[in-house]
């Protein structure tokens, strides 16, 4: 058994997380990257070093889930979303159940309450956010990001719902109430059901075909019929009727 399979089993066993459902390849890299620039030989090495320190713990755990993230990332995508697919399914149901999925450090939650205040007011939103790690919730809580996070929120939205303070900007707190922060893993965890719209974008891409699969079905098993599947504009899904889709609009597949 090599190293790596090892260290993987240990996580597992440690942390409930399955590093053999991301792709090899670019964990392994992530992951080697990491150990070495803290000064460890191999994957045993990092390993029991690891479940001796939390707070090097906390930083494999940021290491290995990608936080990459933006306001109203893929801006044309949130135009469709305003413009088509909340007036859709506000036409059966006034209180949406929404679920951000690997919400990371909270700006695609945060877009999704601020998108839906042209609908409704802001009393009748209701966000679910999840995420694995429980660092960047904590971040995600704090609601305070740079600039260049904020590059493609629209000025009008911007001025609304943001307060500056120095080189950051601070979500008001009218939007961070509308989110629920918790922490769930995708590959382990129950999904709650009834889900009228869930977004989950830019995370599958690291996930393997039978990590991706098992995802998609739980997805569509969590929404309702007619709710809808939001994506990454890398991860349009090829044979959507296998998980009881159909396309919407790009990147935007409806429960049949």
Not at 39 to 55: C, H, P
Not at 95 to 105: E, G, H, Q
């Amino acid at each position: 058994m090599s190293d790596y399979v090892q260290f993987i089993d240990g996580i597992k066993r440690k942390t409930g997380i399955d590093l053999a459902l991301y792709k090899e390849a670019q964990m392994k890299r992530r992951l080697t990257s990491l150990y070495e620039k803290k000064g460890y030989r191999d994957f045993v090495d990092f390993y029991n070093a690891l479940i001796k320190d939390r707070e090097l713990m906390n930083e494999f755990l940021d290491r290995m889930t990608i936080n990459v993230s933006e306001f109203y990332r893929n801006g044309k995508r949130w135009e469709v979303l305003q413009n088509k697919i909340f007036p859709l399914l506000l036409q059966s149901n006034k209180r949406l159940k929404i679920w951000s999925a690997a919400c990371s450090t909270g700006e695609e939650p945060y877009s999704l309450a601020m998108v839906l205040s042209h609908h409704l007011p802001l009393s009748q939103v209701n966000i679910l956010a999840t995420d694995l790690d429980e660092n960047v919730i904590q971040k995600a809580k704090l609601g305070l990001y740079p600039e260049r996070s904020l590059a493609e929120v629209p000025k009008p939205v911007q001025s609304k719902y943001f307060t500056q303070e120095g080189p950051f900007y601070k979500v008001k707190d009218e939007i961070k109430r509308t989110v629920n922060f918790k922490k769930h893993n995708l590959l382990n965890d129950p999904y709650e059901s009834n889900f009228d719209l869930i977004v989950c974008r830019n995370v599958m891409i690291y996930f393997t075909e039978e990590a991706k699969d098992q995802i998609y079905a739980n997805f569509s098993k969590a929404l309702r019929p007619g709710g809808i599947l939001f994506v990454g504009s890398t991860e349009q899904i090829f044979n959507p009727a296998k998980y009881d889709f159909e396309v919407e609009d790009t990147f935007f597949y409806r429960k049949k």
